[in-house]
């Protein structure tokens, strides 16, 4: 028997509720997936009601590893796993209308739910400093979300109706299958000269790498049967974070793309297929622009790596790892090159026109499934501070 079939605490009044959706999701996922296999391990299934429980319950429940504590002595718990089992169980009290939908951005989840109890068990400071504000809890918060989102246990748009304001994008009303895309939010008022003097394509203007949490909600409005195969054209910087970015892009539109919405007649999901092209390339730049250019060889030895990857796949400038901004292409010359893209796509043209970029694997970018400060610009840091992602961790507590 499963870890999350057996019998738990009838007296919880979201039991009958819980059950129901543990059926759905256990058919949706498949009894053999690694996703439902994660979800048994994932959650403490006799947990009390985290909203009423005791804080000697919580203490007791949710022990750290090795009974670990504090600078102050204090007892610490096992943050990742309560986070866990108090967004599952709030998931499940919303559909059994027991809890409203937190109907907002992530921080609202934080705010409304996580911070106050964290409060009332006393389990943040009161002063100064990290702890006292919630910013580990809070990310711990961002990437316990992410687990179940990128497992596909849950979406952010469904009961919990989470919500941001990450990118502006339209969908085309000729051809929606055309996606034109710019890396950069300023870019915004070229997407909208092509929509009206071009052709009426989808397009989207982003700030650094889209949230999951954006493209979910982008993607369920493409989620009708009438995309079969997106043709994204991506305008980002020319850099290895402009091609890691296209690179995380594509992988993210083709996991959604799988699954994203039912058909509401049949059931069944509603797919479409996913391929992605860069625009941008060293010989729309200028000897000025390039002369311009900041030379990523004197960068910091631990980013190397990173910038051999993307000589071996674009080329930089005639061999050379010159990082150029896609904001020195003058708006003319841009023009000329959105009109190409649309015709080439409209064509069939694409492969023998431009690079397309690599399909990469999905759970290789999973850390990025969580939503993120709209005040950082996702990779458009200086390598200074520019520290690179950690993965997420699939290993479980006992």
């Known amino acids: 028997m499963d870890a999350c079939d057996k019998p738990r605490r009838e007296n919880l009044p979201w039991y009958e509720t819980e059950a129901k959706v543990l059926r759905k999701v256990k058919a949706d996922l498949g009894a053999e997936s690694k996703a439902w296999k994660w979800l048994q391990k994932a959650i403490h299934w006799d947990s ?28 610490e718990i096992n943050d990742s796993r309560l986070l866990r089992t108090m967004i599952w169980q709030s998931w499940v009290k919303i559909q059994a209308s027991l809890m409203l939908s937190i109907d907002g951005n992530l921080r609202s989840f ?20 990290p702890k006292s504000t919630g910013d580990e809890v809070a990310s711990t918060m961002n990437g316990a979300l992410a687990d179940f989102v990128s497992r596909r246990v849950f979406e952010y748009g469904g009961a919990f109706q989470f919500h941001s304001a990450d990118i502006f ?25 092509a929509y009206k003097n071009i052709a009426k394509i989808s397009y989207m203007a982003s700030r650094g790498q889209p949230s999951f949490l954006e493209l979910e909600k982008f993607s369920k409005d493409f989620a009708d049967g009438k995309v079969g195969t997106f043709i994204v054209g991506g305008f980002p910087d020319w850099d290895p974070f402009g091609w890691k970015i296209m ?34 390339s060293a010989k729309l730049f200028t000897e000025e622009d390039i002369a311009s250019g900041d030379d990523l060889s004197l960068w910091p030895k631990e980013y190397q790596g990173q910038i051999q990857a993307w000589l071996d796949k674009g080329g930089g400038v005639n061999g050379k790892p010159i990082a150029l901004s896609v904001d020195a292409i003058p708006v003319p010359k841009m ?49 200074r501070d520019f520290v690179l992602p950690s993965p997420i961790d699939d290993t479980y507590e006992a």
């Open 247 to 280: 690179e995380e892009l594509d992988a993210k539109l083709r996991f959604l793309g799988q699954r994203v919405a039912r058909d509401k007649k049949t059931g069944e999901w509603i797919q479409f297929k996913v391929k992605t092209y860069m625009l941008t």
């Open 169 to 193: 994008w339209q969908r085309g009303k000729d051809q929606p299958r055309i996606l034109l895309f710019f890396e950069k939010r300023g870019m915004y008022e070229l997407c909208k000269w």
């Open 48 to 75: 009390p009601d985290l909203k009423t429980a005791a804080t000697e319950q919580i203490l007791a429940e949710y022990p750290a590893p090795a009974g670990s504590k504090d600078d102050e002595g204090t007892p």
């Open 335 to 383: 023009k000329v090159q959105m009109e190409r893209f649309v015709d080439y796509a409209t064509g069939d043209q694409m492969d023998s026109k431009y690079v397309r970029i690599k399909p990469i694997d999905t759970d290789s970018i999973r850390h990025t499934f969580q939503d993120f400060s709209l005040d950082d610009d996702r990779y458009r840091i200086h390598p």
């Open 110 to 129: 934080w705010y409304q739910v996580v911070k106050p109890f964290y409060r009332r068990h006393n389990l943040l400071e009161h002063g100064r400093g």
